[in-house]
Nanobody, 126 residues
């Protein structure tokens, strides 16, 4: 049974940092595309960042240069380091996983991912 458990959300002031983590029970973890999505109330779910099995990454334009996605294949974990946070980053953040081709992994489209966590809330105040 696939399980993705996010942690690390919280409240922070603008300009601050947070690190999100996702513990994944998928096998073989190293073969999965892993990604972070976010969804604010009343808005569509949007891709934030993804990391392919070879470690290559893709980012949404809105977070480039501020967020860093990484994976630890030995521990089956995914991380998202978020720096220079803005109020617009306020959302529920979701970890996602699937065995997909690199173009689909980079596309950051939620339709390509079949496995999702429950989400962790990030609130950035001005």
């Amino acid at each position: 049974q696939v399980q993705l458990d996010e942690s690390g959300g919280g409240s922070v002031q603008a300009g601050g940092s947070l690190r999100l983590s996702c513990a994944a029970s998928v096998y073989p973890y190293s073969s999965y595309c892993m990604a972070w999505f976010r969804q604010a109330p009343g808005k569509e779910r949007q891709g934030v960042a993804s990391i392919f099995s070879d470690g290559s990454t893709s980012y949404a334009d809105s977070v480039k240069g501020r967020f860093t996605i990484s994976r630890d294949n030995a521990k089956n974990t995914l991380s998202l380091l978020m720096n220079s946070l803005k109020p617009d980053d306020t959302s529920m953040y979701y970890c996602a996983a699937d065995l997909i081709l690199q173009p689909h992994c980079y596309a950051l489209n939620p339709v390509h991912f079949g496995y999702w966590g429950q989400g962790t809330q990030v609130t950035v105040s001005s």
